[in-house]
């Protein structure tokens, strides 16, 4: 039995173009033995030895750090996309696999990685502009990383694969639909964030600035622009207050 579900999961690598990463094979293997010892009878009854396979290969992949063909696998592990994502779900908690996902998985999964640094400050900006009363909001859960990394798609130009990201946050059509008008209703109310004020790593003159470093920086500062010498943690504070009195002045209106 063992012998045919190796065989299986091989096969599965192969398919899902996986067999030059060494460790993918290893990792699944340990996984999907895990889960025989640690699933109760029943539990995944209305899982197939292939979609148990694919969904093991899946999270193998993840705790590895490596991208992951979601579309393949789909059709591997003869699932629908709702289906698949709850059982990915549920063969994480019976493996005890809490890793949060992260804008910077999500880049590589989907192969975005020149995104990754403005999503990281969107998705900062949007914690404190959706906190904001509200301790309770789980920032941890995937939707939100997977959304910053849609709304930096977009801010770049970029044609976002909604049908990867949808499926990473864990939500349903209607519900990801919600959270992306919440999120542009944000943008829209906090029209300071730019993606050259997010993107743009800090200067020379910034970074000797934070040091307390004065290296003849006087006369740099006199020819350099307001927006490249401002250090990044100031220009954010200060654009997160506009968006506060922005917001409360829609508040006021409405």
Not at 104 to 121: D, F, M, R, W
Not at 151 to 177: E, I
Request: with cysteine; glycine share 6%.
């Amino acid at each position: 039995m063992a012998g045919g579900s190796n065989k299986l999961l091989s096969q599965l690598v192969q398919k899902l173009g996986l067999a030059s990463h060494e460790a993918v094979e290893p990792k699944s293997t340990e996984l999907q033995r895990l889960l025989e010892i640690r699933a109760s009878s029943g539990m995944l009854s209305n899982l197939s030895d292939s979609a148990k396979a694919t969904l093991c290969i899946d999270l193998a992949s993840s705790l590895l750090g490596l991208p992951f063909d979601t579309e393949t696998a789909l059709r591997l592990s003869g699932l629908k996309k709702t289906a698949y994502a709850n059982g990915r779900r549920t063969v994480e908690k019976i493996l005890d696999i809490n890793k949060t996902v992260g804008i910077g998985e999500i880049c590589v999964q989907v192969g975005l990685s020149q995104v990754q640094q403005e999503a990281t400050g969107l998705l900062e900006a949007y914690k404190r502009y959706a906190g904001e009363g509200q301790a309770n909001i789980d920032f941890t859960h995937p939707q939100y990383a997977t959304m910053a990394v849609y709304q930096a798609c977009k801010r770049q130009k970029l044609k976002p694969p909604k049908t990867k990201l949808v499926s990473f946050s864990h939500l349903k059509p209607a519900q990801w639909s919600l959270l992306e008008k919440n999120w542009d209703k944000f943008l829209t109310t906090a029209p300071a964030i730019t993606p050259q004020n997010v993107r743009q790593p800090a200067t020379k003159a910034e970074q000797q600035s934070e040091r307390g470093t004065v290296i003849a920086s006087g006369a740099a500062r006199k020819h350099a622009s307001p927006e490249k010498i401002e250090p990044y943690h100031n220009w954010k504070k200060r654009m997160l207050e506009k968006a506060y009195r922005e917001l409360e002045l829609l508040r006021g209106s409405g």
